[in-house]
């Protein structure tokens, strides 16, 4: 991707948050020198160009980069963070499209291939009644076996049973996937599971959006532009979801810019996306394990710039499964305002050799946040504010 077609997405609109505050003026000059046009805009609150991601990529003043995010954050959400109590449910690990980049998936000849049944996905729903669950995240391979009736029948049995729980399921891959074996269009498709239960999507599948590395490490997937599509027309069903990007493998800081503002320029088309999570590509057992992933600095740095660039997104997430705990506090300082949340069970990233825990209980993650001096919130999935720890 060249610098030339990044430009054609960039615009200088002001963002009604636009106010230089006092403070503001005497903190620029302490940005290294190749921030402080960018510092201007963010305090301005001008929308930040292609060129400008180039440029924040590109530094090495991080904590310039980190204050610059944090402004924005505040502005956007002041001192909360928030979390979810939710569980992960990973039906299947059969995928046809075998992604470079991915441990979970299997054969179906696979020894560890599985496919949870309608009762075992209800057993492990049941595990968390009485802890206050208010989201089921599932999400799993495109398995060829599974006919549409397994998706309709698995919404409903989680809606009848848990009617207060919101079901965030099925990436923009997986969508694209239903319609296919359906013989739906997308819309179609989406509005049967929408009747089944489904009331939101995750932001899964996206990877990078660059054509050229999509080839190197996922060339069975969807193409960026149909993720983006696919989104669109969950959008326009009135559906939020969120959206993701998978960093630290083939890609650079073009792709990284032209990602983010491909998200941006739908975000302004539909408002439909809730949060941005940058995924951090972990190596272990996959096809491209001789990569090394991405450092702690670059995670950070990441997580910053994609809330500086993001300027309409209202959330930044930092998924603590994939960071770390230590880091996903950290970053609540450098424009992260959510981190997901209790967990409970994943399998994608722990099979590409994470070492962070399965879970978190609610205790934990109101401790990680008050010691990184925010107010804990407790939020449902739309971000509609449950409890406020203060
Ligand atoms: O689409 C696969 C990624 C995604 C690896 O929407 C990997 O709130 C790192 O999208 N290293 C699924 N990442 C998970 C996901 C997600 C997670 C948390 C919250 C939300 C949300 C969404 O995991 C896949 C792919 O991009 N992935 N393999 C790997 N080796
Ligand atoms: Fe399948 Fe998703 Fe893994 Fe790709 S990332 S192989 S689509 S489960």
Known sequence: MDAGALGLISSQTPTP?????????????YLSS?????GGKVLDGVRLSAKDGLALFHSQDLLGIG??????????NGQAAYFVINRHINYTNICRNRCRFCAFSCDESDEDA????????????????????????????LNPKLPFSYYLEMLSALRERFPEVHIQAFTAVEIDFLAEISGLTVREALAE?????????????????SPIVR????????????????????????????????????ENEYDWVEHLLQLRQLQDETGGFLAFIPL?????????????GATGYQDIKMLAISRLLLDNFPHIKAFWIMLGTKLAQVSLGFGVDDLDGTVVEEHITHAAGAETAQALSKQEL?????????????????????????
């Open 114 to 141: 599985y496919t949870l049944s309608l009762d075992d996905i209800l057993a492990k729903a049941e595990e968390m009644s009485g802890v206050g669950l208010t989201e089921f995240h599932i999400v799993g391979g």
């Open 34 to 38: 190749d921030l402080r046009d960018i």
């Open 193 to 209: 599971l929408v009747d089944a239960g489904l009331t939101s999507l995750p932001g899964g599948g996206a990877e990078i959006f």
């Open 17 to 29: 948050e636009a106010e230089r505050c006092a403070w503001g003026e005497k903190f620029i000059p």
């Open 280 to 292: 951090a590509f972990h190596p272990k057992h996959t096809d491209i394990s001789w990569l090394s």
């Open 215 to 250: 080839r190197e490490i996922c060339p069975e997937k969807i193409s960026g532009e149909r993720w983006l599509e696919v989104m669109r027309e969950a959008h326009q069903l009135g559906l939020y979801t969120n959206a993701t990007m998978l960093y630290g493998h083939l």
């Open 67 to 76: 204050s610059l995010a944090n402004i924005v954050r505040e502005r956007k």
């Open 366 to 390: 109101i401790r990680l946040i008050v010691e990184a001096g925010r107010v804990p919130v407790e939020r449902d999935t739309l971000y509609q504010k449950l409890t406020s720890y203060k």
